[in-house]
């Protein structure tokens, strides 16, 4: 089990924390459509670096450059694996062995997501960089020791601007050599890069970026993104203590002449431009090692002599002259170089040289000029002598060129060199330049008013028969939408051109409210051998002038002055707005337009205003209820609503653009409101002190209703509820619907409370019912709060007023014929008769203290004669003799006892 879990452990790829890094870059490559190849490329330190450093794979993050929002992640896999070439060869040793890992995957950069005008960037870091780095602390991340990783970052354009696809590569730099330098040897190599859109790139030294943690992999993150830290003597302005520094130029050449052995690591930052609007940057970081490793060499030395000198006299500047009667072979220069390496036992008495050519005041490719054979070998001391041949017609119009002639040795680490500067002079074919028979001057003025129209004939002519070469330019605008036509006669001849000019100045093919002036410019450049010279030119400055246009005018029914611009009315919410907008030229009657600024607001606000048309005079109604669902006037005493009437005079003949607004403030306050009203009911009568006094066992009862006069626009909704209920304890088992309803509401409370209410010996108990009714007309919602007080008493059950019957004759004359204590019937054989006063005892009522439980009858001996559990319990005393008995009633908490007498 053990052996399997260490296997196991062997096959999982851990990040390791590691010097390796030499340097590297990111490169994002279109394919097709929305599909991009983001490249990663990392340059890895195989003498220094771990093996377990070099990562299957990299997880890389796109954030939004404008808020740093991440975008996404992509895993870049590791695809290739090569060594980095010497310039030389044969002058390795094993100082530098760096191998290029290249990462890379495709990724969809689709417009609906990679559209923000300010780009984006990729970013990755890892830790860390060479240990044993001379110009930046970048020590083992232990401790109080300051590491050093690499970020690698490349900022990218949208995919879309301006609605439209914006296709773009990063730049992709020129491979780095892996070449060493040596003290006071000058040093040099090419960064410069290959942009696929042929965007313009800008290069420029900077400081080296960290990571921001000093682990392997820190977590993903937008930065800011630390930089190195120089160490003392070093800066962006002495990287290398280099005399010159450090430095790269414009085009991307790296150069430098250290003086101090050392690792020493560099940034290069590219610029891209397109139309000089910087688009990407991308970054490159890299290392520099300076050893004492080169053997001892001189350059090689390249003199020039002309055709027609006997000796070389010319050994840094040379300039030559060619009239345009030279002949191609006399056209030419000799160069001759020498090193004096080639005479030295220790270089074999030999050395390899070559020759270049460089342009030094224009841009272009003069290799050309060099002869089929650009390179010997120099043996004991020789020489080798190339010839230059310059070609017939000039590099470039107006004067000398410059052409560099560079000898190189096969020196290293870097091969040394010589520059011979050429000024060279050609003079071009004869040639004559066209001209302008018609028009004779070179510029021509034309001033139209509208409605007219300017034609005129041209003739160009070469007088060496050259073909001519016609175009057309302007200052900005499309030829026949302007109403030119420009017409060259067919069939054209050599050293011939004529044509005609013609311009319709009409408002109904040009809208002359953009522009009324313009230029056209004829021109034309002879087909000449060298096509040299700039072209012949006649210059059209054309104007218009337009007619007069009156102004339209506004104006509404809300104010009798017509010249207000803007009128401010007041009106609440459920309530109308009517007027009437005029739109007026009486002056011209053009066709009008009567419309608002904004209609789509309208419509959200329930405004009815048709939009009309008409000649001379047009009118449209404003109607608006201003409904509650339209304006929010929540936490707010008013709104102002702006609405702007616009007249436009625009189809006249020349869409002249005339017009003329009115502004109309509508102030909405909210809807006036009648509160509602909540009455209690007990019964009939109306409760107007709202505080009701109950005695336990009493039905507690009353009715709430609420009404409402707001009718109109619609009936208010009314809500009646409970909003609290309190009391001396917490009430509990009462009946209270909520109800809504128009007008008119009503609901019932009722409570049937027991014992349990009281406590602690405490049986008279109050409580506080708040009843709410609420309205719900729009932002003036009004409400009736009614708080009903509620007092329950428990039963008075003292028996004070228990004075029970003392006698009884039950003789079957149906009057008190029986004992009883409650609910004694009236007597029934003499209707007329008082009724015995003992017809009304009632025993003491049950209340929360005391209950009854039973009454018994003894005779004058004890002896039970009668008992009964019921409160309305009858002793008819049959076979009992007459005479004094004894009763005792029990309650619960009390007994009451007495005598009472049978008589017959």
């Avoid at 085009?251 to 250290?258: F, I, N, Y």
């Avoid at 009437?645 to 403030?665: G, I, P």
Wanted: charged share 20%; with cysteine.
């Amino acid at each position: 089990m053990k052996r399997f879990f260490l296997t196991f452990l062997l096959l999982i790829s851990f990040p390791v924390l590691a010097s390796h890094i030499v340097g590297g870059e990111f490169e994002l490559i279109h394919i097709s459509g929305s599909l991009y190849r983001l490249n990663l490329i990392i340059y890895f330190d195989e003498i220094n670096g771990a093996p377990g450093a070099k990562d299957a794979s990299a997880s890389v993050t796109i954030y939004r450059k404008r808020d740093k929002v991440r975008m996404g992640s992509l895993v870049l896999i590791r695809t290739g694996e090569t060594n980095v070439p010497y310039t030389q060869p044969e002058c390795s040793n094993g100082e530098i062995i760096t191998t290029k890992l290249l990462y890379t995957s495709t990724i969809t950069l689709s417009p609906e997501q990679y559209n923000d005008p300010e780009g984006y960037f990729v970013v990755w870091e890892r830790c860390c960089r060479n240990y044993t780095i001379t110009n930046i602390y970048s020590q083992v991340p232990q401790g109080n020791n300051i590491a050093a990783g690499q970020t690698f970052y490349l900022e990218f354009p949208p995919v879309v601007k301006d609605g439209q696809p914006f296709v773009n590569s990063s730049p992709r730099l020129f491979p780095p050599l892996n070449d060493y330098a040596c003290p006071f040897r000058p040093y040099y190599v090419d960064f410069a890069g290959i942009d696929d859109d042929g965007d313009s790139l800008v290069y420029s030294m900077v400081t080296p970026l960290n990571t921001t943690s000093a682990v392997a992999l820190p977590p993903a993150s937008p930065g800011p993104f630390p930089n190195v830290i120089w160490r003392p003597g070093y800066s962006l302005n002495n990287i290398i203590n280099g005399l010159p520094d450090l430095r790269i130029s414009k085009e991307g050449l790296l150069t430098a002449t250290p003086r101090t052995q050392g690792l020493f690591v560099f940034a290069v930052k590219i610029d891209e431009f397109r139309e000089g609007v910087k688009i990407g940057e991308s970054r490159r970081d890299f290392q520099m090692l300076v050893v004492d490793a080169c053997p001892v060499a001189e350059p090689p030395q390249i003199i020039g002599k002309k055709l027609t000198d006997a000796d070389f006299s010319f050994d840094e500047n040379m300039s030559v002259s060619f009239s345009n009667a030279v002949s191609d072979e006399d056209r030419c220069i000799l160069v001759r170089i020498s090193d004096p390496d080639a005479t030295k036992p220790e270089d074999n008495f030999s050395e390899k040289i070559s020759i270049r050519a460089v342009s030094l005041n224009f841009k272009q490719n003069v290799s050309e000029i060099l002869p089929e054979v650009r390179s010997a070998t120099l043996t004991n001391g020789s020489t080798q002598d190339f010839t230059i041949c310059f070609p017939q017609c000039p590099f470039i119009d107006g004067g000398p060129y410059q052409i560099g002639i560079i000898a190189f040795d096969d020196a290293c680490s870097l091969p040394l060199m010589d520059t011979l500067k050429i000024a060279v002079n050609i003079q071009p074919p004869p040639n004559t330049e066209p001209y302008f028979v018609t028009p004779s001057q070179q510029t021509i003025d034309v001033v139209l008013n509208e409605g007219d129209f300017y034609e005129t004939n041209f003739e160009i002519r070469d007088d060496d028969g050259d073909e001519l070469i016609f175009a057309v330019t302007t200052n900005g605008f499309v030829l026949a939408d302007a109403g030119f036509t420009v017409t060259v006669d067919e069939p054209r001849q050599n050293g011939k051109i004529t044509g005609k000019l013609r311009w319709d100045a009409y408002c109904n093919i040009y809208d002359f409210t953009n522009r009324t002036g313009f230029e056209v410019t004829l021109q034309a450049a002879d087909k000449d051998l060298c096509e040299t010279g700039e072209p012949v030119k006649s210059l059209f400055r054309f104007a218009v002038k337009l007619p007069g246009n009156a102004d339209p005018f506004i104006d509404t029914d809300l104010t009798t002055n017509p010249l207000e611009q803007n009128v401010s009315v007041q009106r609440r919410m459920n309530e109308s707005l009517s007027f009437s907008v005029f739109g007026k030229d009486l002056t011209d009657n053009d066709f009008l337009i009567l419309d608002v600024v904004n209609r789509d607001s309208l419509d959200v606000l329930g405004i009815s205003f048709p939009a009309v048309s008409g000649n001379g005079m047009v009118s449209s109604k404003f109607d608006w209820t201003i409904a509650c669902s339209t304006i929010n006037l929540s936490g707010k005493e008013s709104e102002t609503i702006a609405i702007r009437f616009l007249v436009v005079d625009n189809a006249n003949k020349c869409r002249f653009y005339k017009a003329d607004t009115v502004r109309v403030q509508v102030k909405v306050l909210p809807p006036l409101n009648a509160p509602p009203q909540l009455i209690i009911k007990q019964g009939n009568e109306v409760v107007n002190d709202q505080s009701l006094e109950f005695t336990l066992g009493q039905p507690i009862e009353f009715l709430l209703s609420g009404v409402d006069a707001d009718l109109l626009p619609e009936p208010d909704l009314l809500t009646l509820s409970l909003i609290e209920a309190l009391g001396d304890r917490k009430p509990e088992g009462y009946m209270f619907t909520p109800v809504e309803g128009n007008n008119t509401i009503e609901t019932l409370f009722s409570w049937s409370p027991d014992c349990s209410i009281f406590q602690a010996d405490d049986f008279e108990n109050n409580y506080v019912f708040t009843f709410r009714l609420s309205d719900d007309r729009c932002y003036s919602a009004k409400a009736d709060t009614v708080s009903v007080h509620v007092k329950i008493k428990d039963v008075d059950g003292s028996g004070t007023n228990f004075i029970p019957p003392n006698v009884f004759t039950p003789n079957g004359d149906g009057c008190n014929d029986y004992f009883a204590l409650e609910g004694i019937d009236p007597c029934t054989l003499n209707p007329d008769a008082i009724q015995d006063p003992d017809q009304l005892v009632s025993l003491p009522p049950d209340n929360c203290i005391s209950r009854f439980e039973s009454v018994t009858i003894f005779n004058r001996w004890g002896g039970l004669v009668f008992e009964s559990t019921e409160r309305t319990f009858r002793w008819y005393a049959v076979d009992q003799p007459a005479g004094v008995y004894y009763f005792v009633v029990r309650y619960t908490s009390a007994e009451y006892k007495g005598s009472l007498s049978i008589r017959f």
